[in-house]
């Protein structure tokens, strides 16, 4: 039988760019650089697939550790490329179901 308890680990990475939480479970959410309100939406939700190659399974979810030196590299890359218009809004909300940009 499976587990439904099973935890999902979310860790936050504060960039100059923005704030993103990678999740476990297969995504991230992006949010404004600045102290995160409780229950607030993200800006921005990606897939584990948008961190590129070496963080993310062939079921698309994370697989190396969520204190490890790749996913830090990884966010930080996308951050740099993206992490600025997640927030602005030009990318859409990701895997939400908006159109993303």
């Not at 680990?9 to 993103?20: Q, Y």
């Not at 995504?27 to 921005?44: E, I, M, Q």
């Not at 584990?48 to 996913?71: M, Q, Y």
């Amino acid at each position: 039988m499976a587990d439904w308890t099973a935890l999902v680990a979310r860790k936050p990475f504060l960039t100059a760019d923005a704030l993103i939480v990678v999740s476990t479970d297969g995504y991230f959410d992006v949010f404004a650089p600045a102290v995160r309100p409780p229950n607030a939406k993200p800006l921005y939700r990606g897939a584990i697939a948008e961190l590129g190659n070496t963080v993310r399974g062939g079921d698309d979810r994370l697989t190396v550790r969520p204190d490890s030196p790749t996913l830090d590299a990884a966010v930080a890359v996308w951050s740099r490329a993206h992490g600025a218009a997640a927030v602005r809004g030009e990318m859409g909300a990701g895997r939400d179901g908006a159109k993303v940009a």
